[in-house]
């Protein structure tokens, strides 16, 4: 997704290409609800339609604008620092979960969320800390990517708040929802200036790309990102966001973006700061699980 959109965006701002991109999803998506499914499944009445939309702003106004400006503003390595950004997703989760559910993480799982960080600052650094503090627009870049994999995070999360909903419904209701959000910052943007109406020409030229984005990594993924979350939960499908810098760095590397031996470095320790941590949670669920058979045997 990272190294296709590297080349869409020397054509087209991230604003316009997000909203014909979960346009497109998004009518494949109202399509393939209404065969499965039935007309039933669009109405909201007695829903909490409220919440949908606000996840699907979070998920597709919020994910789509804020990374993708991001990784714009990063330049030609920014689909390095893109994709490794996306592999904080399940630390991010964790300190979310916290947040909104006040359930604090255990003090080895903190331990890897300043492993994974750490990782994650040497790739967005290439080990130099200052060069970015001392650059505006690096750092602009690096917290916009943040703030775009937090909208992802509260998205994912948020399938859990409709337990009755099927996780085609889910995704569908969130992505027509969010359109309206899209489309009305997209209509804002252009009618003030800050960004223009592509070109033709532009958009025949990322049409390829704008296809791949809709239709591979917006209605297949999206669609098969939100059926694994409600089979082994969130807390263990982000943890696939790890493969996205492997997959972000080869491509990359193919198409001449080498990453430097600092920011493979980094991308490891924040792949074994996830993997550990996973295996942690893990562990501590069945300690508990133990713990609590445990005390009912003993009560009886």
Not at 64 to 78: E, H, I, K, R, T
């Amino acid at each position: 997704m990272f190294p296709v959109m590297t080349h869409a965006l020397t054509y087209i701002d991230p604003f316009n290409f997000t909203t014909f991109r979960y346009g497109i999803a998004g009518i494949a998506f109202a399509l393939l609800l209404l065969f499965r499914e039935g007309q039933n499944s669009f109405r909201l009445k007695g829903e909490r339609w409220g919440l949908a939309w606000l996840f699907g702003t979070l998920g597709f106004a919020g994910f789509g604008f804020l990374v993708f400006l991001g990784q714009s503003l990063a330049g030609p390595g920014g689909a390095l620092t893109a994709s490794i950004m996306m592999a904080t997703m399940p630390m991010l989760g964790l300190l979310t979960i916290w947040a909104l559910k006040k359930v604090r993480p255990h003090a080895s799982t903190m331990s890897f969320i300043l492993l994974s960080f750490s990782g994650v600052v040497l790739v967005i650094t290439n080990g130099d800390v200052f060069a970015v503090l001392n650059s505006p627009i690096s750092l602009a870049a690096n917290l916009l990517l943040i703030a775009g994999a937090l909208c992802w995070v509260l998205y994912t999360i948020g399938g859990s708040y409709f337990p009755g909903w099927s996780p085609l419904r889910y995704t569908t209701m969130t992505t027509l929802l969010g359109m309206i959000s899209v489309v009305l910052i997209d209509l804002f943007l252009v009618g003030s200036g800050a960004i223009s109406v592509p070109s033709a020409a532009s958009i025949i030229t990322i049409v390829p790309h704008l296809l791949y984005m809709a239709l591979v990594a917006g209605l297949v993924a999206v669609l098969c990102w939100n059926v694994g979350n409600r089979i082994i939960t969130p807390t263990n499908g982000v943890l696939f966001m790890d493969v996205v810098p492997i997959t972000a760095f080869i491509v990359s590397a193919l198409n001449g973006i080498v990453p430097t031996n600092m920011q493979i470095t980094g991308a490891v320790i924040t792949a074994m700061a996830l993997v550990l941590n996973n295996l942690n949670q893990r562990k501590l669920a069945m300690l508990a699980t133990q713990a609590n058979t445990l005390k009912a045997s003993t009560s009886h």
